[in-house]
């Protein structure tokens, strides 16, 4: 059974920088699209970044320059490296595996969601 079990968050100040990790369990990393989403209180969960077709990160607009997502198929293991981070990124991270690539930041299609780390950001 695949498991996604995330890691590292916690609070900051702005312009901080957390690097989040995602270890995959029960499969292996290179078999699925991995993907970050997160969740504010009382918003919607919306997509960080995405691989895409060729293995290729998309990110969110909001978030480009600031996080990079890398990936150590030997520990089975993805990162979300944030760095400057702002108060408006203060949500819950999740990562996700899907077997197809993303097309979008739509979280459709998923096949596995991790339990959820908690980012805060303060001013």
């Known amino acids: 059974q695949v498991q996604l079990v995330e890691s590292g968050g916690g609070s900051v100040q702005s312009g901080g920088s957390l690097r989040l990790s995602c270890t995959v369990s029960?499969?292996?990393?290179?078999?699925?699209?991995m993907g970050w989403f997160r969740q504010a209180p009382g918003k919607e969960r919306e997509g960080v970044a995405v691989?895409?077709?060729?293995?290729?990160?998309r990110y969110r607009d909001s978030v480009k320059g600031r996080f990079t997502v890398s990936q150590d198929n030997v520990k089975n293991i993805v990162y979300l490296e944030m760095n400057n981070l702002k108060p408006e990124d203060t949500a819950m991270y999740y990562c996700?595996?899907?077997?197809?690539?993303?097309?979008?930041?739509?979280?459709?299609?998923?096949?596995?969601w991790g339990q959820g780390t908690q980012v805060t950001v303060s001013s």
């Open positions: 029960g499969g292996t990393v290179s078999r699925f699209s």
């Open positions: 996700a595996a899907r077997a197809g690539w993303w097309q979008s930041f739509a979280s459709s299609g998923v096949n596995h």
């Open positions: 691989q895409t077709e060729g293995g290729s990160i």
